[in-house]
């Protein structure tokens, strides 16, 4: 199998960990690495995290919906976990966020300080409170703010849906080195049990239905000339599905929902199918 490349990183396969409640944790995140993953990104750091929210995950028959937002441990904390991972050598890239532009700028920096790689920015999530409006405008301004404050590369997490072309177009503008798609979308079910929807509201969909939307959305921007390196991520729980979306144009693919079931396990068989599966058949893929 090749090398693969995203963010300056040069990964021994495609498959990295996306940001999660799983990657809130230095053990689970170093034993994702052991277990054959070609990056992990942590749960996303954040300065000052929502606090007493009701976090919770709802399996569906296909997927899961979640309510969770940003790590709650103190940002001291992932510095020196970070720090500690760049000495070692091991492909961690930060998931940041903040309240603000000027915010997310400083922890970036502060981020870069401990020797980490690469960052991705999370600014997308849809579980706060308030909910982010993902437009344009906010887009470009915290990517812009976070290459005013750091050299590292960066990929910015977007969520398919209106306006994608518009936010794809504001990351790069404002200094995006990449871009992963998709982040949650909203998502709702309704509890069989008091016939309300669960959860208590919309919250971040996961899993194989959001697949065929953003593998859609990939190829689409490849076919429009897009160019800066692709993470693509959801619904992938097999060595299939991360060749799927390598051969619709992504560069490296993301998993994250199918790890709820026998976390390392279901690493290992999807990363190892996914060898296979481009060993036996001579895929071309991008990298």
């Not at 799983?22 to 942590?42: E, F, Y």
């Not at 976090?55 to 790590?71: A, C, K």
Request: glycine letters at 12%; aromatic letters at 4%; charged letters at 20%.
């Amino acid at each position: 199998m090749p090398d693969f490349r995203i963010l300056g990183l040069r990964t021994t396969n495609p498959v990295i960990v996306g940001s999660g409640l799983l990657t809130d944790q230095t053990s689970n995140i170093r034993k994702l690495l052991a277990r054959g993953a070609g990056a992990v990104i942590t749960k996303t750091i954040h300065p000052s995290p929502p606090q007493g929210l009701d976090e919770r995950i709802v399996r569906l028959p296909v997927g899961m919906l979640n309510s969770t937002t940003y790590s709650k441990r103190p940002v001291g904390y992932w510095l020196k976990m970070l720090r500690a991972c760049a000495e070692e050598g091991l492909p961690v890239i930060a998931n940041v966020h903040a309240d603000t532009p000027a915010e997310l700028g400083a922890l970036a920096h502060e981020v870069e300080a401990t020797g980490c790689p690469a960052l991705e920015l999370g600014i997308s999530c849809i579980n706060e409170e308030a909910g982010a409006d993902e437009d344009a405008d906010r887009v470009y301004a915290y990517t812009v703010e976070t290459r005013r404050r750091v050299a590292i590369p960066f990929s910015v997490k977007l969520a398919v849906g209106e306006g994608l072309a518009g936010r794809v177009h504001a990351a790069v503008e404002a200094g995006a080195d990449a871009i992963t798609l998709s982040d949650t979308i909203p998502g709702a079910a309704v509890s069989p049990r008091t016939g309300e929807l669960e959860l208590d509201g919309v919250f971040g969909y996961s899993g194989p239905g959001i697949k065929p939307l953003v593998l859609a959305a990939i190829w689409g921007l490849r076919k429009r000339g897009f160019d800066l390196p692709i993470m693509g991520s959801g619904g992938v729980a097999s060595g299939r599905d991360v060749v799927d979306y390598l051969q619709a144009g992504a560069d490296v693919v993301q998993v994250y929902t199918a790890l709820h079931t026998d976390m390392y396990a279901t690493l290992d068989a999807i990363v190892t199918g996914a060898e296979h599966i481009l060993a036996d058949t001579g895929v071309r893929v991008s990298s």
